[in-house]
Each structure stands twice: as structure tokens, then as C-alpha cells.
């Protein structure tokens, strides 16, 4: 180990800062973040660090550096464009025995700053030893995304009930044993979640029992349409925690192999009159699997609130008092166009959009109780998105054009969209019908309606 790791608190201590670039300003940043009492040392200053000395939470001496400057000061920072100054800087702080780094040059540092993942209390440090900075900031990118911001509030949490913890608690091991329980139950994810005053009362409630109730969880998750990049980072980590996993044909191979691989499977998908499990049995089954103490994921394509019967499930679960968490993905109308280079809302072309359902309850018995407001979607200035409207789809454009809508509105079918089998076919209603036969389009599959569609050839930039 050529650096012992070492955490120090600068608050209201002596810094320097040797320098007034924009080198100097990213390592100032970084000592005002741990409010140290910083001084500047240079001639001329950058806008921002200017700005914070106008503001008064910097000490600026407009000079060169000479070796009265660091008399006092815990830590410098030599930052300057020039080799020469840093290590005379670096010199003198040898001798004076105060912590010095040279920015970029460890062999004239004592100490060097390392890649950060800030969540206060809780703070994780990354260093190559100076040899490859960028290979730490790499890492550093990798955890900020699997690391909840919510940490730092519950490790703050968990500070506040320490000495309570002791007192409730005092057997070492059991509350060691106790604290991995509180971790591994619900409390964290109501911190995820931005439930914080419900999750201390769970926290100081439990610390009195001496015991962390095991208790079972819903999260309904939107793994948004098809492409594993797309989902959330909560999607993620949900998927990682699951103990069980119910989820549908709209959730692809892709995303299903980011699940936590010893999290049980149930299939419960959904096609046109084709149900693995009815509906009714899905909202039974969720309250059942959470009643047993699980960790019930229930993973949906696209959002769940957005034509994913997502009410229907958490009715059940809110009359059965199941604590669940809904979270939002990246609905298939937003992925679809985005990734077919058809904006829905365009100054020229449409400035509304409507979606809607072409998908109807499996005891209808045709297609004209597909009951949608006709008129209200004929209007040649908004985007018609249709949801599963691929079977009904010659009816569609049927309708649309027995209530005024041009046979020559430009119609984008997209299937499996985000996805590497995406595919675009554009027609016009009057043809739509013929269309989706001929190029044999497979669920899972939109339909956009309306003079955005001609932008496709210009914008699609998945080619």
C-alpha cells in the first residue's frame, strides 16, 4: 500500500491553495465542500473563485508564493501551471512538516486527493496512487449509479439513534446482529424512497423492541421498453434485491437477465385473450407473496401507471395494508419515438398528444367495443400514440377515418422498440390494415398517428 487512506476534518481549519486556474478552482471546490477556512495564493483568479472571494468564503493574497505564506496553514495545495512553483511549494512544506500536494506530480506530494463518492456521513474514497486518476474517476462514475443517495441520510439516521441503540441494546453482538437486520429490511428502501420520517419512526420503534419485525414489501417497477440502458437506477437495484419476481411478455430477455439470479420467477404475462394468470389472481398472489415476509418485485414493461393496470395491483395491496412502492419507467410511447426519430409534439406538425389503448377486457367479443373518443382524435394537429393496437389495427384507421381524419396521415408501426430488433414500418391509415399484415408485425408494438411521422426519415438516427 503506497498511501495509508486517511479521513481529516478540515472544518474551519487553515488551507491553501497555491494557483487561480481552473486546476486550483476543482481542488477548491473540494476543500469548501469540507468547510475548511481556505486562502488563495496567486496574482489573478479565475470568474469562480473570483465570485467566491466576492461572497467571502475564500481569503484571497494577489501575489506569487513565497515561504511566509503557508506559516499556520494544516494543508496546501500547490495548483499552478508551473512545475518550478509547485515543487518550491512543495518544498517548503516539507520542511515547515504540513501536509502538501503537488496537483498531477506525486512525487512532490505528501498526500493526494482521491476519486469521491459523496453521501454524506457516509463518504467512499478512490485512489490509483496518483498513477491513473482517470481509472479512479471511472469506478467512481460506476458508484455513483449503485449507490442511493438515501445512504447518507440513513447512516445520519442511524447516528442520531446510536447512543439509544447502546442503551436498548447493549450486547455487542446482538446489535451488531440487529443493525445487518435493520439493513437487509424495509427501513432502507423507505429512505430510497424519500419516506424519511416514516422510516425513523420504524428505526426508533424497532431500537425499543430490540428486534427489526420481518415484514414483506410490493415494489411495482417499470422496466420501461425493452432496453436494459433505459431502466431506472432504483429499476436496478429493486431487481437486484427481489426474493421474487413476478413480471409479463412485455419485460424483455435483457432486462429479466439483470435480476438477482436466486430470486424466484413467475411468469404472469398477458396476450390478446391469452392470460398465463388473470388479473385477479396477480393482485392475490402479490399480497400473498408479501404476507410471507418477501420481497416482492413486480416488474412491468414500460411506466405501470400508463396502461400497465399498476392502480388495479396496489388497490389490493393497500386494502390488505402491504407496504409497497410504485416506481416509474420510461413509458414505450416516449422510448418508441425517440428511438424512431419521431418527435410527438412538433411546433409545425402537432402541438398535443394523446395516447391511448387499442386493447380491450378478454370478454369482449369484437372490436367494435373498442370505445374510444373518435372525434376528439381526428384533429390534424395532434399525435395519436395507440398502445397494444397492433390486432385492432385496420379498425382503427377505419374509425379515424369515418370520423375526418385523412387517409394519407402518415401511420409509424414500431415494434420492440429501444431494442436491437427494432423495427420502424411507416404507412398511411387507408393502407395501415394491409401494412401490418404484409410485414408481419409482432407484438410487443405501437402505433404513431399524425404528420410527425415525415420527420422520420430526416431524424432517425438509428439507422
Not at 211 to 217: D, F, L
Request: hydrophobic share 45%; proline share 6%.
Amino acid at each position: 500500500m503506497d498511501y495509508f487512506p486517511l479521513f481529516i476534518n478540515l472544518k474551519q481549519q487553515p488551507c491553501m491553495i497555491v494557483g487561480g486556474g481552473e486546476i486550483a478552482v476543482r481542488k477548491l471546490r473540494l476543500l469548501a465542500s469540507a468547510g475548511a477556512d481556505i486562502t488563495v495564493v496567486a496574482p489573478e483568479l479565475c470568474n469562480e473563485m473570483r465570485e467566491m472571494v466576492k461572497h467571502g468564503k475564500v481569503h484571497w493574497r494577489p501575489a506569487e508564493f513565497s515561504l511566509s505564506h503557508i506559516a499556520g496553514q494544516r494543508l496546501v495545495i500547490a495548483a499552478t501551471d508551473h512545475a518550478s512553483v509547485n515543487q518550491a511549494v512543495f518544498a517548503a512544506c516539507e520542511a515547515a512538516g504540513i501536509l502538501v500536494n503537488s496537483v498531477d506530480d506525486p512525487a512532490h506530494s505528501r498526500f493526494i486527493t482521491p476519486a469521491i463518492v459523496d453521501r454524506s456521513p457516509l463518504t467512499i474514497a478512490l485512489s490509483t496512487g496518483g498513477g491513473v486518476p482517470v481509472l479512479a474517476r471511472h469506478l467512481r462514475s460506476q458508484l455513483e449509479a449503485l449507490i442511493p443517495h438515501g445512504w447518507g441520510e440513513l447512516a445520519k439516521m442511524g447516528s442520531q439513534l446510536r447512543t439509544l441503540a447502546k442503551e436498548k441494546i447493549p450486547d455487542p453482538a446482538s446489535r451488531r446482529e440487529f443493525w445487518e437486520n435493520v439493513l437487509a429490511g424495509p427501513i432502507p428502501d423507505q429512505v430510497f424512497s424519500g419516506q424519511i420520517e416514516t422510516a425513523r419512526i420504524a428505526l426508533e420503534d424497532a431500537i425499543n423492541k430490540g428486534s427489526v419485525p420481518i415484514q414483506g414489501a410490493v415494489y411495482l417497477v417499470g422496466s420501461g421498453p425493452g432496453n436494459p440502458d433505459l431502466l431506472t437506477f432504483r429499476a436496478l437495484r429493486l431487481m437486484q434485491q427481489a426474493d421474487v419476481v413476478l413480471y409479463d411478455n412485455l419485460v424483455s430477455a435483457e432486462i429479466m437477465e439483470l435480476v438477482r439470479r436466486d430470486a424466484e420467477r413467475i411468469y404472469v404475462g398477458k396476450k390478446s385473450n391469452n392470460h398465463a394468470l388473470p388479473q385477479e389472481e396477480i393482485n392475490l398472489l402479490l399480497v400473498r407473496l408479501a404476507q410471507e415476509g418477501k420481497k416482492v418485485l413486480r416488474l412491468k414493461g414500460g411506466d405501470p401507471f400508463i396502461f400497465g393496470r399498476g392502480g388495479e395491483e396496489i388497490a389490493e395491496l393497500a386494502a390488505a395494508q402491504i407496504p409497497f412502492e410504485v416506481v416509474p419507467g420510461i413509458t414505450s410511447a416516449a422510448g418508441a419515438s425517440c428511438y424512431a426519430g419521431i418527435p410527438l409534439t412538433h411546433r409545425d406538425y402537432a402541438q398535443s398528444v394523446t395516447f391511448v389503448t387499442g386493447h380491450r377486457r378478454a370478454t369482449d367479443s369484437d372490436a367494435d367495443k373498442l370505445e374510444l373518443d373518435w372525434p376528439r382524435l381526428v384533429n390534424p394537429n395532434e399525435t395519436v400514440v395507440v398502445y397494444m393496437g397492433v390486432a385492432q389495427a385496420g379498425y382503427i384507421a377505419e374509425q379515424l377515418i369515418k370520423h375526418g381524419r385523412a387517409g394519407n396521415t402518415p401511420v409509424a408501426v414500431i415494434e420492440r422498440a429501444t431494442t436491437a430488433q427494432q423495427r420502424v414500418v411507416i404507412a398511411e391509415l387507408s393502407t395501415l390494415a394491409q401494412t401490418v399484415r404484409d410485414s408481419h408485425i409482432k407484438p410487443p408494438a405501437l402505433l404513431i398517428i399524425g404528420d410527425v411521422v415525415k420527420l422520420h426519415e430526416q431524424l432517425n438516427w438509428r439507422q
